[in-house]
T-cell receptor, first 113, second 114 residues
Framework: ELKVEQNPLFLSMQEGKNYTIYCNYSTTSDRLYWYRQDPGKSLESLFVLLSNGAVKQEGRLMASLDTKARLSTLHITAAVHDLSATYFCAVDGYGGSQGNLIFGKGTKLSVKP | ETGVTQSPTHLIKTRGQQVTLRCSSQSGHNTVSWYQQALGQGPQFIFQYYREEENGRGNFPPRFSGLQFPNYSSELNVNALELDDSALYLC?????????????FGSGTRLTVV
């Protein structure tokens, strides 16, 4: 069974600090997705990582993918309050079926002044 | 370009009833997937439709069923509602080039079963 594990599940940060969220998955996958979800809202696509060694950055967020280690990281630089949300990573399910994403449980990030 | 739209936004049903949720996919997207997200959890894959055929299913009982129409819009039907069906239901659309652009999610339908 394909599993996606994120840690930490809860993260309380001070503004201006750096931190990393980790996403491990249990089988080979060439694609990894990061999403942001605000309370009561839908999922906003942040990054799509398509190959080993892929690194993408948007503002204070940077995501990377190591397919050999089956590990992706989401690094937060100089956190601000607006980054408070729940962050999910996901991989494509077995068989490469379109739309069959397997999600982690999410990391709830709270950035405090 | 329109995004993914879902209706209704909120719904309250009684245990044992049936419900239909609707999703209009993003322009140019021919694949629709449905997810169930319980409170405090990650989304769980229910099933997907491609060219009006079911093309993959997660670990959900047969009382969860769906349709896709020629315009690629989709419905999720749930029969014999149970209290545990209370969740946010999300649909996502994608195109054959999904690998580069990922999936676009709708705003969801919040279903409460009482």
């Amino acid at each position: 069974e394909l599993k996606v594990e994120q840690n930490p599940l809860f993260l309380s940060m001070q503004e201006g600090k750096n931190y990393t969220i980790y996403c491990n998955y249990s089988t080979t996958s060439d694609r990894l997705y990061w999403y942001r979800q605000d309370p009561g809202k839908s999922l906003e696509s942040l990054f799509v990582l398509l190959s080993n060694g892929a690194v993408k950055q948007e503002g204070r967020l940077m995501a990377s993918l190591d397919t050999k280690a089956r590990l992706s990281t989401l690094h937060i630089t100089a956190a601000v309050h607006d980054l408070s949300a729940t962050y999910f990573c996901a991989v494509d399910g077995y068989g490469g079926s379109q739309g069959n994403l397997i999600f982690g449980k999410g990391t709830k990030l709270s950035v405090k002044p | 370009e329109t995004g993914v739209t879902q209706s209704p936004t909120h719904l309250i049903k009684t245990r044992g009833q049936q419900v239909t949720l609707r999703c209009s996919s993003q322009s140019g997207h021919n694949t629709v997937s449905w997810y169930q997200q319980a409170l405090g959890q990650g989304p769980q894959f229910i099933f997907q439709y491609y060219r009006e055929e079911e093309n993959g299913r997660g670990n959900f009982p047969p009382r969860f069923s769906g349709l896709q129409f020629p315009n690629y819009s989709s419905e999720l039907n749930v029969n014999a509602l149970e209290l545990d069906d209370s969740a946010l239901y999300l649909c996502a659309s994608s195109s054959p080039a999904k690998g580069a652009y990922g999936y676009t999610f709708g705003s969801g339908t919040r279903l409460t079963v009482v």
